[in-house]
């Protein structure tokens, strides 16, 4: 399997545009995201990164990060947003659940051809709300190599809330790296760090979006739809607290 470099809580920023600044310092990590992605694969093909050696999951405060300072510079007003609590967004920015179903993949695949497909069982959320909530589909993530995959990304339609979607990804498949800023971390699962998103605009849609890590995998929960999007980051960290690896 191909070595990737996995920094999901940094590319969940990308494309937060404020402004024609704002936008070109998205370009930047998006174009550093790439290189370091694209460096990866080189080291794999060179055999200069054993493709054998564990995955692996850091925490790192944004002055060690290995980036130019025009993209540490992108964080630090990410930073400064997250702490300041609900963002506006543009009308149009998050989708009626009309269109956001409509884009979902729908193939829904069985327990045990996941089983084969992923380098751990996938998560089990019947402890969660998710488990009675109506799967729309799902689709692999993370490092992809023929059919299997690192991750699994599943859709569900939520009654009251819209759709919400569950994002696992093993960390310790072999070549994986996951890095996350820490001063993004603002909140708490299960006792660990987590990052706790929320952003709404001027036509009652909103949007959450909670990431954190377990023993072994990394998580993305988000919620989009219409209403209250205290009530979704609510749900989100109930969910969370049910899942285990």
């Not at 370091?36 to 093909?45: F, G, K, P, Q």
């Not at 050696?53 to 947003?81: C, N």
């Not at 706790?196 to 998580?219: C, F, H, P, Q």
């Amino acid at each position: 399997m191909n070595s990737i470099t996995v920094s999901f809580l940094l590319a969940a920023l990308l494309y937060s545009p404020r402004g024609i600044c704002a936008q070109d310092e998205g370009d930047a990590v998006g174009k550093w995201l790439n290189e370091r992605t694209m460096r990866a694969a080189l080291e794999d093909s060179t055999g200069a990164r054993r493709s054998s050696q564990e995955g692996t999951y850091q925490v790192i405060p944004l002055s060690e990060l290995d980036a130019p300072e025009e993209v540490k510079h992108h964080f630090r007003t990410e930073i400064a947003l997250s702490r300041s609590g609900v963002k506006r967004v543009p009308n149009g920015e998050i989708p009626s659940q009309e269109q956001l179903i409509a884009s979902l993949p729908k193939a829904i695949r069985s327990d045990a051809e996941l089983r084969r497909r992923l380098p751990s069982p996938p998560t089990n959320l019947q402890r969660t709300i998710l488990g009675t909530a109506d799967l729309i589909g799902m689709e692999p993530s993370g490092a992809l190599d023929g059919l299997t995959s690192t991750g699994l990304t599943r859709f569900f339609r939520l009654n009251g809330v819209g759709v919400v979607e569950f994002n696992e990804h093993n960390f310790r498949a072999p070549g994986s790296k996951v890095e996350v800023i820490a001063e993004l971390q603002n909140v708490r699962v299960n006792g660990v760090p987590a990052q706790l998103e929320r952003v709404s605009d001027d036509r009652g849609r909103s949007r959450a979006t909670l990431s954190w890590a377990g023993e072994s995998k990394v998580y993305t929960l988000i919620a989009i739809g219409e209403g209250d999007v205290e009530r979704k980051a609510t749900l989100l960290h109930q969910i969370a607290a049910a899942v285990k690896d």
